[in-house]
């Protein structure tokens, strides 16, 4: 096609409105165009990355393939698209100023007085281009975070405006608002719009393209008026109405020709409308789709965003296994032998969830206990995994003082242990064990049955791993370790096979589950759940 297309999506009025669904939408509909599509998020906040921040923070930490603890719009990217990001599609502020900085210690800026502008803008702009400068891209699409007037969005904007002054008909912005509905005046207003695209050009930025987040249908008049105040053409305005789920996002996307005016105003030809066939299929299948499997996810954050990608993977396997995914937050912190059985019982089968630290851990144990006892499918990810082991240890193995090393550093039961590559690190930043590892399945067990195939990739982050010195006596007493990383001799996965569906795993499948390709290990659990 030529020279890389680059597409800005920024966001004003309100965060949250949902830039990583629209950026993804976008990217959706050039991709069935033909086109060759990345997405990347440039995070305004000082963190290097978010692998520190808390869930409560920043909801889930994604993980891309090469290790990197990324935003999780980077999941959007993924699950819409079916591409795999990497380090590259996610920027922070932290890591430009980083390396900025690091550049200035080592003299390359050969003694001049270091700047916002040109050194900070420069280093951004240089990393917008850096994925379509190296594996040529038809579209690069950058979503920056945060909303248009905070302070710290002010180096990307100008970057933006220089790009777009620089690149001409290359570069387009998007900008995302809101149009709230005042139920006491009974009208839309669009005066927050009007002033966040005056935000947008008093920094030098006229935006191409308005979509408007709304919970009620926009009039053609009401978008006439915001195309005239906002100097944009008329076909330019487009509504992005709540939706009752966020794969339905591209298909009105496309009904308003989205794609089409992004294509006439980067100066290419338009052609045919793609059918989006398999998409629609998919969104079919989910509208029909009303009777319901009841999933449990014991967990200890009641928040939506902390477990992001396991709800969208849980969701996409029910799709495929005709039912909606009717998803229950069980609080470990507050789960006892007591008021187990109330709470866990009707469910027709269990995530244990992943997490980081003592809380709420002894109520995953009480659930994984009543589950393995009354035969529900049962579903451990992560600490999830670990836990299942700890529980067995406790209850089955009969060493009652089990722990992880993470829990109790002084516990003489230590079946899920630190490794010694992991004792010395003293920086919490990017050092668990991360990225995709490679890992080898026993033919017999359930997991194979369910990947139908011997070697399988997944994502890792954590910093402590199931001990090998109990792996006999596991196995002796039933459960059994089924999936081996054939490097390290890592366990990565166990299962007790006389159980309908039990199945620990060190890493994180949710990740790897995309609309069109749903994971295996959800699919035949949500199977195992709906014949519970
Ligand atoms: N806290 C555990 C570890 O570091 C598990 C991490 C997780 O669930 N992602 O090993």
Same mark, same amino acid.
């Given at each position: 096609?030529?020279?890389t ?9 309100a965060?949250?409105l949902g830039?990583?669904?629209i950026?993804s939408?976008?990217?959706?509909l050039?991709q ?5 599509v990345?997405?990347?998020k440039?995070?305004p906040y000082?963190?290097i990355?978010p692998?520190?921040?808390?869930p409560?923070?920043?909801g889930e930490?994604?993980?891309t ?10 999941g959007h990217?993924e699950?819409?698209?079916? *591409?795999?990001t990497?380090k590259?599609n996610?920027i ?5 100023y980083k390396?900025? *900085? ?5 003299g390359d800026?050969?003694?001049r007085?270091? @700047?916002?502008?040109?050194?900070i #803008?420069?280093?951004?702009?240089r990393?917008v281009k850096?994925?379509?400068?190296k594996y040529?891209?038809?579209?690069v699409?950058t979503?920056i975070g945060?909303t248009v007037?905070?302070i710290?969005s ?14 001409g ?5 998007v900008h995302?608002?809101y149009?709230?509905y005042l ?6 207003? #669009?005066?927050p719009t009007q ?7 008093s920094v ?17 008049n009401?978008?006439?008026?915001v195309?005239?105040f906002?100097n944009?053409?008329?076909?330019a305005?487009? @509504? ?10 591209p298909?009105?996307?496309q009904?308003?020709e989205?794609?089409v005016t992004?294509?006439?105003k980067?100066?290419?030809s338009?052609?045919e409308t ?5 998409w629609?299929?998919f ?7 009303t009777?319901k499997v009841?999933?449990?996810l014991?967990?200890?954050y009641?928040? @939506?965003?902390?477990y992001k990608?396991i709800l ?6 029910? #799709?495929?296994?005709d039912?909606k ?6 609080n ?15 469910m027709?089968?269990?995530i244990?969830?992943?997490g980081?630290g ?6 995953k144990f009480v ?9 529900m499918?049962?579903f451990?990810i ?18 009652t003082?089990a ?5 109790d550093e002084?516990t003489?039961?230590n079946?899920?242990d ?7 690190? #003293? ?5 668990m064990?991360l990225g995709?590892y490679?890992?080898?399945?026993d ?9 139908k195939?011997?070697?399988?990739q997944e ?6 791993e199931f001990?090998?010195?109990y792996? @006999?006596?596991?196995e002796?007493?039933?459960m ?11 366990v990565?996965?166990i299962?007790?096979?006389t ?5 620990g795993?060190q890493f994180?499948p949710?990740y ?5 390709k749903?994971h295996?290990?959800?699919l035949s659990?949500?199977k195992?759940?709906?014949n519970?």
């Amino acid at each position: 096609m030529g020279e890389t297309k680059y597409i800005f999506v920024t966001g004003g009025v309100a965060s949250s409105l949902g830039k990583g669904i629209i950026s993804s939408s976008i990217g959706k509909l050039l991709q069935a165009r033909g086109y060759s599509v990345t997405i990347q998020k440039f995070d305004p906040y000082i963190n290097i990355d978010p692998g520190t921040l808390n869930p409560y923070e920043h909801g889930e930490c994604y993980v891309t393939v090469d290790g990197h603890e990324a935003d999780l719009d980077l999941g959007h990217y993924e699950r819409f698209l079916g *591409i795999q990001t990497t380090k590259a599609n996610n920027i922070t502020t932290g890591r430009i100023y980083k390396s900025v *900085i690091d550049k200035e210690r080592r003299g390359d800026y050969l003694g001049r007085t270091i @700047q916002v502008i040109p050194h900070i #803008t420069d280093e951004i702009k240089r990393n917008v281009k850096l994925l379509g400068n190296k594996y040529k891209f038809d579209f690069v699409i950058t979503e920056i975070g945060g909303t248009v007037g905070d302070i710290e969005s002010l180096p990307y904007l100008e970057s933006i405006r220089q790009l777009k002054w620089e690149m001409g008909r290359n570069a387009l912005c998007v900008h995302l608002t809101y149009v709230p509905y005042l139920a006491a005046a009974g009208e839309l207003k #669009t005066k927050p719009t009007q002033h966040s695209v005056k935000a947008l050009q008093s920094v030098g930025i006229q935006p191409d393209i308005l979509v408007l987040r709304t919970e009620h249908e926009l009039s053609a008049n009401l978008k006439k008026k915001v195309a005239q105040f906002c100097n944009v053409d008329d076909s330019a305005v487009i @509504q992005s109405i709540d939706m009752p789920t966020i794969y339905e996002v591209p298909l009105r996307m496309q009904e308003q020709e989205l794609d089409v005016t992004i294509l006439q105003k980067m100066g290419l030809s338009v052609g045919e409308t793609p059918s989006l066939g398999p998409w629609r299929d998919f969104l079919n299948r989910r509208h029909k789709a009303t009777e319901k499997v009841k999933i449990g996810l014991v967990g200890k954050y009641d928040l @939506q965003d902390a477990y992001k990608s396991i709800l969208e993977a849980l969701s996409q396997a029910a #799709t495929y296994n005709d039912r909606k995914a009717d998803i229950h937050f069980i609080n470990s912190e507050k789960l006892t032998d007591d008021n187990v059985e109330k709470q866990i019982k009707d469910m027709d089968g269990i995530i244990i969830c992943p997490g980081f630290g003592q809380r709420g851990i002894e109520g995953k144990f009480v659930a994984i206990k009543y589950a393995r006892t009354h035969n529900m499918p049962t579903f451990g990810i992560c600490l999830g995994m670990q836990c299942i082991a700890i529980e067995f240890a406790r209850n089955v193995l009969g060493y009652t003082d089990a722990n992880s090393r993470e829990m109790d550093e002084k516990t003489p039961h230590n079946v899920i242990d630190i490794m010694e590559e992991q004792k010395a690190i #003293t920086n919490m930043g990017g050092t668990m064990r991360l990225g995709a590892y490679e890992c080898i399945l026993d033919q017999s067990s359930k997991t194979f049955e369910a990947y139908k195939s011997e070697h399988i990739q997944e994502r890792h982050r954590h910093r402590y791993e199931f001990n090998n010195d109990y792996k @006999q006596e596991y196995e002796k007493a039933g459960m059994k370790c089924v999936g081996i990383n054939p490097e390290s001799d890592l366990v990565e996965i166990i299962e007790i096979p006389t159980l309908k569906w039990f199945i620990g795993v060190q890493f994180h499948p949710e990740y790897s589950s995309t609309v069109l390709k749903p994971h295996p290990l959800f699919l035949s659990f949500i199977k195992a759940a709906i014949n519970k």
